[in-house]
């Protein structure tokens, strides 16, 4: 009987940006950067054209309304998207987003009650795509079990949050000066339009993580670890709020009210370079670790805000705050990949996101009349506040309550191979070739799930079959 030659066992995936690369192709990092830049458009875009007609206290209301329409919709997408695939619920929020951007912009224009532009406002937020959190989550799963290529994806994906929230607010500026105050929403609708669709239609986009147990709900959501993160989020959200707030306050107290853009800016440029240096070297510290001591490091950071007297301090201080920022992130959403239920992810990863949007929220709420009556100090004070109890809750309960769900940030190790390796299959994604073959769409497009018993990463094994699956 002929012997058969034994199939080679599968190399390390590689790592750092050509790991991710490897993942989605070039395309879906661009289609995803440029379908999320609506969520950093729609805000400053808000305010600019409303202020210019209607003055900044119908402009705060409005934005507000689009906060709060985006931290309430925000986690029923990622379930839609979780229960139903990626693909059919970005195509119609998309569309849906566009519209309703259109219809704001329009109503502003006419002259429309204060009551239908709040409406649309919180038709704009709800209908937000999502692209950041469920990004994230398609990382999460086309990285499978390798938590070392988890960890370079969630990274790359939150340095280019960081990058798009630098370049928003700066491309809504130059087109609400040299072309219309309408101009940046109308721009975030045909970006949202055009490249959200790329985005939900790109090979990678999950469909549903499993049928029965997970429509019905039975996947439970909640955990310690991720009500922690949550409260972790909403501070992170409040603590750049109020830093926020302080720095518009101080432009206008200096006479430059224009230049409150370009000191935030700092925050994010610095940032995007701390983010990009964490993907190429992230280190093999524990994640809870990473966490404790990043936003350690922010709210040590956020205290020079409360000595500053003008605009370059407060460009210094922010952009000092900035290098925190992106390792703070990578490291939260990393935490959220892990204490997440596989089979709600998406939603998972929308909650964080909307806990962001509410801590931001709540801080302006704050932050603003303390600022009015009491000068910029004051609200920087809140920022520093919010910094400070992130890092007291994080050092005091991030090792309790997060320890058991994750190790050391390392790649897989290559066990012996316990029975055939799959062949490698060729995909319109262009991965690493020891891809295991994937069972049958069950419709045209959408990204395979299995009638049997899920396993705990929903995406697709970067091991041999006799590696235990690691805990999320």
Not at 9 to 14: F, R
Not at 210 to 235: I, K, N, T
Not at 407 to 418: A, F, R
Request: proline share 10%; hydrophobic share 55%; glycine share 12%.
């Amino acid at each position: 009987m002929p012997t058969q030659s034994p199939k080679p066992v599968p190399a390390p995936a590689p790592a750092g940006f050509r790991g991710v690369f490897a993942l989605g192709g070039r395309a879906l990092p661009a289609y995803g950067f440029l379908a999320r830049l609506p969520a950093a458009l729609c805000p400053i875009g808000t305010l600019l054209l409303i202020n210019e007609r209607d003055g900044i206290g119908d402009a705060g209301t409005i934005a507000a309304a689009l906060w709060l329409g985006q931290a309430l919709g925000g986690p029923v997408i990622g379930r839609l998207a979780d229960r139903r695939g990626h693909r059919p619920v970005l195509l119609v929020a998309c569309a849906a987003n566009a519209a309703v951007l259109l219809a704001l912009v329009a109503a502003v224009l006419g002259g429309l009650p204060l009551g239908a532009r709040i409406a649309l406002a919180v038709a704009a937020g709800l209908t937000a795509a999502q692209i950041g959190p469920l990004a994230r989550a398609r990382w999460a799963r086309l990285a499978g079990e390798d938590k070392a290529l988890v960890g370079a994806a969630l990274s790359f994906d939150t340095t280019l949050d960081e990058v798009g929230f630098m370049v928003g607010p700066a491309l809504a500026g130059i087109l609400a000066v040299t072309v219309h105050p309408a101009s940046a929403l109308l721009l975030a609708a045909a970006l949202g339009l055009v490249f959200g669709t790329l985005f939900a239609l790109h090979p990678t986009a999950p469909g549903p993580t499993g049928p029965g147990a997970a429509a019905r709900g039975d996947v439970r959501l909640w955990s310690p670890g991720l009500a922690l993160l949550f409260v972790v989020a909403v501070l992170q959200g409040a603590s750049w709020s109020g830093a926020n707030t302080g720095v518009n306050a101080l432009a206008v107290a200096v006479g430059s009210p224009g230049a409150a853009g370009l000191v935030w800016a700092a925050m994010a440029v610095t940032s995007s370079v701390a983010g990009f240096v964490t993907v190429a070297r992230p280190g093999r510290a524990r994640l809870t670790v990473r966490l404790r001591w990043t936003i350690a490091a922010q709210a040590l950071l956020t205290l020079p805000l409360l000595a500053v007297s003008g605009l370059w301090g407060a460009a210094f201080a922010v952009a000092g705050i900035g290098l925190a920022v992106a390792p703070h992130l990578i490291a939260l959403f990393g935490l959220v990949e892990r204490a997440g239920p596989a089979r709600r992810m998406g939603e998972a990863m929308t909650l964080a996101g909307s806990g962001l949007i509410i801590g931001q929220a709540l801080a302006a709420a704050v932050s603003g009349p303390l600022a009015a009556a009491y000068g910029y100090r004051a609200a920087f004070a809140v920022s520093c506040a919010a910094a400070a109890a992130s890092a007291v809750l994080a050092w005091a309960a991030a090792d309790r309550v997060l320890g058991p769900v994750q190790g050391p940030v390392q790649g897989p190790v290559q066990e012996p191979v316990q029975g055939p390796v799959q062949e490698p299959v060729q995909g319109p994604v262009q991965g690493p070739a020891w891809e295991p073959v994937l069972e049958p769409d069950p419709a045209p497009g959408l990204s395979p799930s299995s009638s049997s018993p899920p396993a705990p990463s929903p995406g697709p094994r970067r091991s041999s079959r006799g590696r235990p699956p690691a805990r999320r």
